[in-house]
């Protein structure tokens, strides 16, 4: 790696600060005499770890942190990512050591705070969705997606209508939608967009007959576009003999003002990370519960909470379950973040939750529109999707790097795929109008710039630790860790 | 007013002029109006200081170290955990950033990943690791399909040691299902190299093992890993990490997939979640392997910086040919990881290793002197192993209980059979005294 190694006032590794003999902490003393390890099984001879102290340690990650853009720093209205505010009482409350130190295997007497938390936040987001049950296992949205499918595939299986191998997903989809159904044995089938940015009625009553297991539909969809024919939509699967899932993602903007369940969503599952206000953590943990109305409840992934003689707590698998996603029952230190999220905002907060975001998705969409080609004329949900092909030689990509400039995390880009030159934003109602008016005017100045300035944006950012990386390069010789370098240099050598 | 939403009535009052609108209702006209704004039955809004002391009086009902000595593991586990990983894990940089779509926007994240996946691959010495996975049960189950992709989606079989977690096989069935495999392997103890080869055959993708097993045991798998290969079939093995701080890593046996849970690295219990699902495979199997990739490259003046590659694996661009459908992951997980690994070092995790082997030695060695008890445990045992007692297991839980202890696992919970055994798991971080009060109690029943 000396090619590369701590120049232009890189980051160096953590192992380039390693020296030898050096420790990071401080461990008991044996009080219990040696064991002989094992002849029968061969020993570890190297254990390459670095050697460092916790100054060390501690500087290199605090030195890392600061070349990311984070919330607490920035705003960041990457679209359907709902990167709202994250609030501090929830890192409190997750890391209570009620919570954190209780062992998922302790006997349902010792663990009763626990499953009364998951027993309470299941009835929430019940009550919020208008599904007969939740299962919160699932670890993230794309695992809720796949339980969902799977629970279809499983009712239709019960049922013997094993000819049912076909699932409808609109094109401005999610990728995760396609490949969750490619997962669970069924075909992914591509239905086209209106005009409106619906999904094109009249393709989906000819696509649906006794083949169709389902449809995938996401509501608002990724287009930040509430599909306004959802009744027929629901209608026209259900009579087919099909079953609806609901993608969840972008539930902030219906908090309070709909819910799926009522619409004819037969399973849908919900982003913790996104609507309900867990942090993300650069890329995770996120928690990805699944509900289900009467025809799925029972197929529900893993363990449901339950209430047992109306005193005691415990976990139960659903009768028909499609069994468990992961180990034990979700991710629980996520769940508490959300369960203390619901609890400080109420029925009435969700709601101005829902509120506020539209609003906000409005106002910004509003103040750009003149320069800014908006696809679709309709009010937008949450999000909206703006068009980047601002003036020829100018891609979108261009903008969301000269974003960076102006001190903005870039939107989505590039998604949907049905938009082209897509930039997606999605501010969250936790931004002030403030805030959204110098993102505004952010965005028009380069436009501007696009005109009167093109390389401005072509060669940003400028102020970044890095300018931009060459992706080609990364793929086409994968350098992924030490190891691999290692190799690159022993064959050099 | 409602927290975290910083408009004041004025400036809604502003925005919905703007958007020449008089009320927040008409956002949401194009719902049907049937349903439109439903009743909603929640609980009004709470203060911060309400919802703290709620919390903490629900978090008072379960039992936690300070009140209770537990030697639970079978999964989950419990380690020491330096208080820097929580220092570095709360910064907001880390904390409330998302998947690094941005490179230049998200080195920091970037480099941490890349820091992670280096010192996993140099602890399993392994080719690549990816950025994570959900759970140890989630990684396996995706190598198993991994593996089934390499077979061309020919070979429908997996033989797997009875020594896997019963969830993490549970797991794995729930994701195999709609492929159509079929799990194959003795119901009880652990196969032979002989035994093993009456079990493979051409229709056979993959072997799965675990490091150590469910039950503590610590296997040779190198000569399992050799009859595998000559099957044609590859091997797979669900390893805990810091096992591996003493014994051969399986890169050196040729392994083909290592899956695992590193929630012991530097992570609390949190009743089970989130776990780390760890996720490596050999070069070759590079790019048909799921999940997200850190990978190092220059910007355009030849500086060092980090971007996720080989993303067309991957369903954002693949859709419904992806390797996976898995988008967020355990990222912040995984920094813990990094972070304990690099504060352990070559030496600590060692010592950590050593002390949790010894400190089960020893327990295993006092049990032994009590003649009512065995220890079932045939080999040599990693952190945990298997206790014969001499009434149900379930009922000596109970009865310890009440004086403070969770004595382990009564294996009943997932082999009804073995209604007597339990699965004791003892850690660094149990004292002799703890140890000697727990033998104390059982000698007592």
Known sequence: ?493 | MIPYIPHTEEERRIMLDTLGLQSMEELFLEIPEKYRKPELKLHSPLSEADVLRELRELSARNAVPDTMVSFLGAGAYRHFIPSAVDAIAARGEFLTSYTPYQPEASQGTLQAIFEYQSLIADLLRMDAVNASHYDGAAALAEGILLAYRVSGEKRKGVVISAGVHPEYRETAETYCRAYGLSFRGPEEGFWKPKELASLLDETVCCVVGSFPTFFGDILNYRPLCEETHRKGALFLVSIDPISLALFEPPGAYGVDIVTGEGQCLGNPLSFGGPGLGIFAVRTELLRKMPGRLAGLTCDRTGKRGFVLTLNTREQHIRREKATSNICTNQGHVALRAAVYLSLMGKNGLRQVADLTYRKACYTAERLRSLPAYRVMNEGPFFREFVLQCPHEAEEIAERLGSEGIIPGLPLSRYFPDRKNDLLVCVTEMHSKEEIDRLIDSLAGI
Not at chain 1, 228 to 248: F, M, P, Q, S
Not at chain 1, 450 to 459: G, I, N, Q, S, T
């Open chain 1, 1 to 493: 790696m000396e090619d590369t190694k701590k120049e232009n006032g890189a980051e160096p590794f953590i192992w380039e600060l390693s020296s030898p003999g050096r420790i990071g902490v401080s461990l008991p003393l044996p009080d219990v005499p040696e064991y002989p390890l094992p002849d029968s099984v061969p020993l570890r001879a190297d254990l390459p770890l670095p050697e460092v102290s916790e100054l060390d340690v501690v500087r290199h990650f605090t030195r890392l942190s600061r070349l990311n853009f984070c919330i607490d720093t920035h705003f960041y209205p990457l679209g359907s990512c709902t990167m709202k505010y994250n609030p501090k009482m929830n890192e409190v409350a997750a890391s209570l050591s009620g919570f954190s130190d209780v062992h998922p295997l302790q006997p349902e007497s010792l663990c009763q705070g626990s499953l009364e938390l998951l027993y309470r936040l299941q009835e929430a987001l019940e009550e919020l969705s208008g599904f007969k049950a939740v299962s919160l296992q699932p670890a993230a949205g794309a695992q809720g997606e796949l339980s969902g499918v799977l629970m279809i595939r499983a009712y239709h299986a019960d049922r013997q209508d094993t000819k049912r191998t076909r699932m409808l997903i609109p094109d401005s989809a999610h990728g995760t939608n396609p490949a969750s159904v490619a997962m669970a044995g069924f075909t992914a089938e591509q239905i086209p967009s209106d005009s409106r940015g619906n999904v094109d009625l009249s393709v989906l009553k000819a696509r649906c007959n006794e083949t169709v297991a389902g449809l995938m539909i996401t509501n608002p969809n990724t287009l930040g576009l509430f599909e306004e024919n959802i009744l027929e939509i629901t209608e026209i699967v259900h009579r087919a003999g099909g079953l609806v899932y609901g993608d969840g993602a972008n539930f902030n903007a219906l908090m309070g003002y709909l819910k799926p369940a009522q619409v004819g969503i037969d399973v849908m599952h919900f982003n913790l990370h996104k609507t309900f206000a867990t942090p993300h953590g650069g890329g995770g943990p996120g928690a990805g519960p699944v509900g289900a109305g009467e025809l799925l409840s029972d197929y529900l992934p893993g363990y449901r909470a339950e209430l047992a003689g109306g005193e005691r707590y415990i976990l139960v698998r659903p009768s028909r379950s499609i069994g468990p996603l992961k180990a034990f029952y979700g991710n629980f230190a996520v769940l508490v973040r959300a369960f203390a999220y619901i609890r400080q905002m109420g029925g009435e907060g969700l709601r101005a939750v829902a509120e506020h975001a539209v609003l906000n998705a409005n106002y910004l969409k509003h103040r750009i529109e003149k320069r800014y080609r908006i696809p679709y004329h309709r009010s937008c949900m949450h999000e909206f999707v703006a068009s980047g092909d601002l003036v020829p030689g100018i891609h979108t990509l261009d903008i969301a790097k000269r974003l960076i400039d102006y001190g903005f995390h870039p939107p989505t880009v590039y998604f949907p795929l049905i938009v082209k030159e897509a930039l997606m934003i999605e501010p969250t109602e936790t931004e002030s109008r403030q805030t959204l008016d110098a993102f505004a005017e952010a965005l028009l100045n380069i436009a501007e710039e696009a005109v009167l300035a093109p390389d401005l944006l072509r060669e940003a950012p400028h102020n970044t630790p890095v300018g931009r990386l060459d992706e080609v390069q990364a793929a086409r010789d994968p350098r992924l860790n030490r190891r691999s370098d290692k190799d690159r240099t022993d064959t050099k050598n």
